[in-house]
């Protein structure tokens, strides 16, 4: 796992800069036809910064096995109570700026005013 501090490289972009790290509090075991019932995923966010001072958000995650989990970056597929967990997360740690917040509570009031009738 990624932790808060650390340095690493892209291959093509460069280094950058752990600042900052939002998981869930524990993993989501499942059962998957590769590594059978008992499969963990941990997605992560990471508030990551460049060398030259921008900052960007990353979603790696680590899969496999219960207690051999292996890191991969590819589009994470989760649930909607995992993501909010993630979120939430988040911005217990002060990830976002208050304009993205104030934003993000807009446009989250939009649609909940726009499905108020509509089931999920």
């Known amino acids: 796992m990624i932790k808060p501090g650390e340095w690493h490289e892209a291959r093509v972009w460069g280094r950058f800069h752990i600042n900052k790290v ?3 509090p524990q993993p989501v075991i499942f059962d998957t036809a590769r590594w059978g019932p008992r499969t963990s995923f941990r997605p992560v966010i990471a508030e990551i910064e460049w060398q030259n001072g ?35 997360e988040a911005m217990d740690q002060q990830f976002f700026g208050q304009v993205f ?19 999920r």
């Open 22 to 24: 939002a998981e869930l």
């Open 54 to 88: 921008n900052k960007e958000f990353w979603f790696p995650y680590w899969i496999g096995p219960e207690g051999k989990e292996r890191y991969a970056q590819y589009s994470p597929m989760m649930g909607e109570e995992e993501l909010l967990a993630l979120l939430r």
């Open 101 to 119: 917040l104030s934003q993000l509570a807009q446009a989250a009031s939009q649609a909940i005013s726009r499905n108020v009738d509509e089931p």
